[in-house]
């Protein structure tokens, strides 16, 4: 058979992913904070942006920047724009959208933070206070380094002995120093040396207890009590009133020093009611104002000027800076249109609370806005609104539902709510199983919901099964 090379002609359509597209999508997807860190990037890459101070703007007050910018199908990259004509008869202003309010009315807070000792740090100055040679201080020294977070040596001794060329029976001592060192209980090399630290540190000498430490405290984690009541020869009583003082311990000593912090959200959008209607306001704080550099412009309406790989970098700076402030009018844009959307669906839960809270997927809103899905998801994506309800991730709002009696649907986050209220009001002598849950939720909630459902949900809430939740002391 023999090869041959022919020529076809043929027409075909696909979607382009131009980098201003691509950037338009990043944008989408940033919170408030990454957006603020974005800009400040782009003001320091492109010459051509100028930031201003100017009043803000709302979103519907926002410049037309011509065509809607769709992120679901392709765009020319503005290759068909004549910039010069652009420039002469208008000035891109302020992108910022939303109405504004009484700064007081915004929840912030302004806070003074100074930096807590670590655990490391508090048992090297205890170290220090002590009575200890030099050799010793810097075997310690060595040890502490072994010691993580939770307090515990996470390293064996023997190891650290070999890797460090310490003399065994000198470092078991030091460490038996350390472990008297305040938080109680730190240094332990397991849970049991742990709580047996801080009983000897109490003075407790029951024989009971001290036992259940030492050598039963995977059967007291199964509350598996008439086993070891059992194996010390004692009254299944004797073992709940020794657990009742085991879990006043302390089972992490380091916890107080922890370095991890609780990390505050900043939302990207508010929404406060004023008389009957809700007022949606983007939040801009900290952001900068954009503007096409006016310099810039002037180097390039004049032709003769320059070289020709100058005009070429300067058009190409404009046109980025251009395309990069009408994507973020876009943004402010859509994320303000499915807020909008979200609060007509969801408009009971801000008046009433989680238990009106309705079933919503994306195809609603995108419906609704005349959008596609991926673009309302996008914008929902690791953004966080603040409510009359609290703050919420924007996608805490799409909820599949759960079939009730009466006809309607049921959100599933109502449903765990109403879960969590259920385990709490229990009796922790005698918890809920699932099945009792799910009877609970069918026969006074009206809700059709099956256990293998209830189990799901309980996990996803952290909530531990019955058998672990059972509290006999």
């Known amino acids: ?58 979103p519907q007050d926002l410049p037309d920047s011509g065509p809607e910018l769709s992120l679901d199908t392709p765009d020319n990259g503005g290759a068909a724009i004549d910039w010069n004509t ?28 100074t930096r807590a000792a670590d655990l490391a740090t508090h048992l090297e100055w205890q170290l220090h206070m002590a009575d200890l040679d030099q050799e010793s201080r810097a075997t310690g020294v060595i040890l502490i380094g072994h010691i993580g977070d939770n307090g515990y040596l ?15 029976d000198h470092a078991e001592w030091v460490l038996e120093r350390i472990q008297t060192f305040d938080p109680t209980g730190v240094g332990a090399r397991d849970l049991s040396e742990c709580l047996m630290l801080q009983l ?6 029951n024989a009971i207890v001290l036992d259940m430490v030492e050598r039963h405290l995977p059967d007291l984690q199964k509350q598996d009590f008439k086993t070891v009541a059992k194996a010390l020869n004692c009254a299944v009583e004797d073992v709940v009133d020794g657990m009742r003082i085991i879990a006043r311990l302390e089972p992490k000593p380091g916890r107080p020093f922890s370095a991890e912090r ?26 900068p104002k954009l503007r096409v550099s006016n310099y810039y412009k002037k180097i390039l309406q004049q032709k003769s000027s320059g070289n020709k790989t100058e005009q070429e970098y300067i058009q190409e700076k404009l046109r980025s800076a ?15 249109k499915v807020t909008e959307s979200i609060i007509k669906f969801q408009r009971e839960f801000l008046e009433k609370g989680i238990k009106f809270l309705k079933p919503l997927i994306l195809r609603d809103v995108a419906e609704d806005i005349g959008m596609h899905e991926s673009t309302v998801s996008r914008v ?16 805490y709002f799409f909820n599949s539902g759960i079939g009730s009696a009466d006809g309607n649907a049921v959100a599933s986050e109502s449903v765990k709510d109403i879960i969590t209220k259920i385990v709490a009001d229990e009796n922790p002598k005698k ?27 309980r996990e996803m809430l952290g909530i531990l099964s019955s058998a672990k939740r059972k509290r006999l002391y």
Request: charged residues 25%; negative net charge.
């Open 262 to 287: 609780p990390q505050y959200i900043t939302p990207d959008i508010y929404v406060r009611k004023v008389g009957d209607d809700y007022v949606i306001t983007l939040n801009d704080d900290g952001m």
């Open 200 to 205: 000897r540190a109490m003075g407790y000498t």
């Open 1 to 58: 058979m023999a090869l041959e090379m022919k020529m076809n002609l043929r027409m075909s359509q696909q979607l382009i992913m131009t980098p201003q597209l691509q950037q338009a999508i990043k944008l989408l997807q940033l919170n408030h904070l990454e957006m603020v860190e974005q800009i400040q990037q782009e003001l320091v890459e492109n010459p051509c942006l100028d930031e201003v101070a100017e009043p803000a703007e709302s």
């Open 431 to 457: 918890p809920l199983s699932d099945q009792k849950i799910m009877e609970i939720l069918n026969d006074r909630e009206g809700l059709s919901i099956k256990r293998r459902t209830v189990t799901k949900y």
């Open 380 to 395: 929902t994506t690791n953004k966080y609104v603040h409510t009359p309800q609290g703050i919420f991730e924007l996608k």
């Open 86 to 113: 652009y420039l002469q008869n208008r000035s891109v202003s302020d992108y910022r959208g939303g109405g504004s309010y009484e700064d007081e009315e915004r929840e912030q807070s302004e806070t003074v933070l």
């Open 322 to 336: 251009v395309w990069l402030i009408r994507s973020i009018h876009q943004r402010q844009r859509t994320i303000y």
């Open 154 to 168: 996470i390293t064996p001794l023997a190891e650290i002995c070999e890797t460090e060329s310490l003399e065994p």
